[in-house]
């Protein structure tokens, strides 16, 4: 602490210099936190998925249904404690660009199945007692400024009523918070019976099943099982962690981490050479001082962590500020315009964020520390 | 630090070689010198002579290509580098021509620099400043820069920086090299209080013959060896 001055007066050396390459630092950083975010949006809920649930879709794509008939079967499973089906919906409210996800479901199963989609007593008592009621998460909620109590007309594109018509009007009963961060809190969920006696076609069939499994460890033998028992039947399935699931749904867009990682990995390859370029430069420019300080007593390596240090305190402050930055952008809200309805800067990333600072303080300053470490006092001093 | 026969400084058979490609260039040759405690010793010579060679040598700053180099009873050439430097900041202090301030660092800052490496507190480290710079009559510049302080100031801050550790043994190069002659006098005769009234041995390397007269004794250099007469 006590040479802290020392550093920060040699900081504060070349202004101008040192805030450009403070803010050169602070941008990627920015973009460092932003794009972790989005990461995190795409990934939502495979980090929140449960070890102890698979899902169970059509082997060929999820698009294909499953019969209704096949959830006594898996339960009758061993090691298998519930079966619960959903299925996409794929509706509009008031224009195609209020996208989120809405999904038929047995209020009373996927209640005990998803402990992690808080309602109140209240509302969960509602949602038995009313045949056309739905449940719908905070974020979308209060994107559009929905209230319990409020009828919801969501326009089909996919399921139209038995009647002809397209418009499906359901009773807000509830409104769920995400137990954890990472809980989507955008999804509207109807009830299943309301859905299969009012749609024209697809009586008896569902989109997909989650299951729910006594022991994590079983998972592998028993997406095996249950793949197994529909083989060479006219729906065979594919069964998989809802981890897994949710990761491949959102690859289905690309690769995000590693297009997020080669984008990330150029930014910070250019600020390893603006940063260095800095540093190198202020040692060079110091030579004598550095020689000085050899010559009063500092050691070779004394002299080396000053270096060091300078560096290091430089990539860290740009890299809190970038952080902090991000982190305020970033509760700004989701910038798709509810695309990404999990969008928040995990803080393992901010953990990180200040790892990858550090380390590329160390990077840009130790050729120069070691230029600075290696220098003969009596040669300096004559330069 | 130890001083045996009264003698501080002791330099014997010391020769120096410098590399400059394939040439080697021999600054000093076979040199002997003894400085007693208590001494303040002017070492003269030409351009090229190897003074500030010879002062580095005693310094630390560098090591001679042969022979010994003894202070206070100390083999210097038994010492690692990280030892050296240890010991340079316990019993050296050194005094520039140009003063090589650090111009970030205000005049009592600089003062600081070799005191950050002892164990001492804070507030020891402030009163050991503010007692150097009282020595060398800068109380009252001490919060400038060295860009606001004239060039005999600069001095006196170089000074006050080399006396704040209290080391036994002062290594002034061209310490008047810089400065008109009033600022020259007011270094010099600061020097000579540092003589006589604290006992500081010093050695001072000069050009001019006025700032050599204010030493004990003058030693000159030609040629890579000493003598007590000038050169031709």
Same mark, same amino acid.
Request: hydrophobic share 45%; net charge negative.
């Given at each position: 602490?006590?040479?802290?001055?020392?550093?920060?007066?040699?900081?504060?050396?070349?202004?101008?210099?040192?805030?450009?390459?403070?803010? &050169?630092?602070?941008?990627?950083?920015?973009?460092?936190?932003?794009?972790?975010?989005?990461?995190?949006?795409?990934?939502?809920?495979?980090?929140?998925?449960?070890?102890?649930?698979?899902?169970?879709?059509?082997?060929?794509?999820?698009?294909?249904?499953?019969?209704?008939?096949?959830?006594?079967?898996?339960?009758?499973?061993?090691?298998?404690?519930?079966?619960?089906?959903?299925?996409?919906?794929?509706?509009?409210?008031?224009?195609?660009?209020?996208?989120?996800?809405?999904?038929?479901?047995?209020?009373?199963?996927?209640?005990?199945?998803?402990?992690?989609?808080?309602?109140? !007593?209240?509302?969960?008592?509602?949602?038995?007692?009313?045949?056309?009621?739905?449940?719908?998460?905070?974020?979308?909620?209060?994107?559009?400024?929905?209230?319990?109590?409020?009828?919801?007309?969501?326009?089909?594109?996919?399921?139209?009523?038995?009647?002809?018509?397209?418009?499906?009007?359901?009773?807000?009963?509830?409104?769920?918070?995400?137990?954890?961060?990472?809980? !989507?809190?955008?999804?509207?969920?109807?009830?299943?019976?309301?859905?299969?006696? &009012?749609?024209?076609?697809?009586?008896?069939?569902?989109?997909?099943?989650?299951?729910?499994?006594?022991?994590?460890? !079983?998972?592998?033998?028993?997406?095996?099982?249950?793949?197994?028992?529909?083989?060479?039947?006219?729906?065979?399935?594919?069964?998989?962690?809802?981890?897994?699931?949710?990761?491949?749904?959102?690859?289905?867009?690309?690769?995000?981490?590693?297009?997020?990682?080669?984008?990330?990995?150029?930014?910070?390859?250019?600020?390893?050479?603006?940063?260095?370029?800095?540093?190198?430069?202020?040692?060079?420019?110091r030579i004598q001082e550095l020689a000085v300080l050899k010559a009063?007593?500092?050691?070779?390596?004394?002299?080396?962590?000053?270096?060091?240090?300078?560096?290091?305190?430089?990539?860290?402050?740009?890299?809190?500020?970038?952080?902090?930055?991000?982190?305020?952008?970033? &509760?700004?809200?989701?910038?798709?315009?509810?695309?990404?309805?999990?969008?928040?800067?995990?803080?393992?990333?901010?953990?990180?964020?200040?790892?990858?600072?550090?380390?590329?303080?160390?990077?840009?300053?130790?050729?120069?520390?070691?230029?600075a470490?290696r220098l003969a006092i009596a040669d300096a001093l004559r330069r | 630090?130890?001083?045996?026969?009264?003698?501080?400084?002791?330099?014997?058979?010391?020769?120096?070689?410098?590399?400059?490609?394939?040439?080697?260039?021999?600054?000093?040759?076979?040199?002997?010198? =003894?400085?007693?405690?208590?001494?303040?010793?002017?070492?003269?010579?030409?351009?090229?002579?190897?003074?500030?060679?010879?002062?580095?040598?005693?310094?630390?700053l560098?090591?001679?290509?042969?022979?010994?180099?003894?202070?206070?009873?100390?083999?210097?050439? @038994?010492?690692?580098?990280?030892?050296?430097?240890?010991?340079?900041?316990?019993?050296?202090?050194?005094?520039?021509?140009?003063?090589n301030?650090?111009?970030?660092?205000?005049? =009592?800052?600089?003062?600081?620099?070799?005191?950050?490496?002892?164990?001492?507190?804070?507030?020891?480290?402030?009163? @050991?400043?503010?007692?150097?710079?009282?020595?060398?009559?800068?109380?009252?510049?001490?919060?400038?820069?060295?860009?606001?302080?004239?060039?005999?100031?600069?001095?006196?801050?170089?000074?006050?920086?080399?006396?704040?550790?209290?080391?036994?043994?002062?290594?002034?190069?061209?310490?008047?090299?810089?400065?008109?002659?009033?600022?020259?006098?007011?270094?010099?005769?600061?020097?000579?209080?540092?003589? =006589?009234?604290?006992?500081?041995?010093?050695?001072?390397?000069?050009?001019?013959?006025?700032?050599?007269?204010?030493?004990?004794?003058?030693?000159?250099?030609?040629?890579?060896?000493?003598?007590?007469?000038?050169?031709?």
């Open positions: 602490m006590k040479f802290l001055g020392l550093i920060w007066g040699n900081l504060k050396r070349k202004k101008l210099r040192t805030v450009l390459t403070l803010l &050169s630092i602070l941008v990627a950083f920015v973009l460092f936190g932003y794009l972790g975010a989005i990461r995190q949006a795409f990934n939502q809920g495979i980090d929140v998925a449960g070890l102890d649930r698979l899902v169970v879709r059509h082997k060929v794509s999820i698009i294909q249904p499953l019969p209704e008939s096949y959830k006594s079967r898996m339960e009758a499973m061993a090691g298998v404690s519930k079966a619960v089906f959903g299925t996409w919906f794929g509706g509009i409210y008031q224009k195609p660009s209020n996208f989120f996800a809405q999904v038929p479901v047995v209020p009373e199963e996927f209640m005990e199945m998803f402990p992690e989609y808080l309602l109140t !007593d209240e509302e969960k008592q509602a949602w038995l007692a009313t045949r056309t009621g739905a449940v719908v998460g905070r974020t979308t909620a209060d994107r559009f400024g929905w209230k319990v109590g409020d009828r919801i007309p969501i326009q089909a594109t996919i399921w139209s009523k038995k009647d002809g018509s397209e418009t499906w009007e359901f009773d807000l009963v509830g409104i769920y918070e995400g137990a954890e961060k990472g809980t !989507d809190a955008s999804q509207f969920f109807f009830r299943h019976d309301y859905f299969d006696e &009012s749609r024209a076609f697809g009586e008896g069939v569902v989109g997909w099943y989650w299951v729910k499994i006594d022991n994590p460890e !079983d998972a592998a033998r028993i997406a095996t099982q249950i793949d197994d028992e529909f083989a060479n039947s006219p729906n065979e399935t594919k069964t998989e962690p809802e981890g897994a699931f949710v990761k491949g749904f959102a690859e289905q867009i690309g690769n995000i981490g590693a297009i997020m990682t080669f984008i990330l990995s150029a930014v910070f390859f250019t600020i390893l050479l603006v940063a260095g370029n800095t540093m190198a430069q202020a040692v060079r420019e009063v007593g500092y050691t070779d390596r004394t002299v080396m962590i000053l270096i060091l240090a300078e560096s290091c305190i430089l990539t860290c402050l740009g890299g809190v500020l970038g952080l902090a930055l991000a982190w305020w952008l970033v &509760s700004l809200g989701d910038p798709s315009g509810g695309s990404l309805p999990v969008f928040f800067l995990p803080n393992r990333d901010l953990l990180l964020g200040l790892v990858v600072a550090l380390i590329l303080g160390v990077a840009t300053g130790i050729l120069p520390a070691l230029q470490q | 630090m130890s001083v045996e026969n009264g003698l501080l400084v002791e330099v014997e058979g010391v020769d120096k070689v410098f590399q400059r490609g394939s040439e080697s260039i021999h600054v000093l040759g076979g040199l002997d010198m =003894e400085v007693p405690a208590g001494e303040f010793l002017a070492l003269m010579g030409p351009s090229g002579s190897g003074k500030s060679t010879l002062l580095n040598l005693i310094g630390g560098d090591r001679p290509t042969q022979g010994s180099v003894i202070v206070g009873g100390q083999r210097l050439e @038994q010492l690692s580098d990280r030892k050296l430097a240890a010991w340079r900041a316990r019993h050296i202090g050194l005094v520039f021509q140009f003063y301030l650090l111009p970030v660092l205000s005049a =009592e800052r600089n003062v600081e620099v070799p005191l950050l490496l002892t164990p001492l507190s804070r507030s020891q480290r402030k009163k @050991q400043v503010e007692t150097a710079l009282d020595v060398v009559g800068l109380t009252d510049r001490s919060g400038h820069k060295p860009a606001q302080l004239s060039g005999g100031e600069q001095q006196r801050v170089g000074i006050a920086r080399a006396i704040a550790s209290d080391p036994t043994l002062l290594l002034c190069d061209e310490p008047t090299g810089d400065l008109d002659r009033k600022s020259g006098d007011e270094i010099l005769d600061l020097l000579q209080g540092l003589n =006589e009234q604290q006992g500081k041995t010093i050695i001072m390397v000069t050009h001019d013959p006025h700032a050599a007269a204010r030493a004990g004794r003058i030693v000159y250099l030609d040629k890579g060896r000493l003598s007590s007469e000038p050169w031709e």
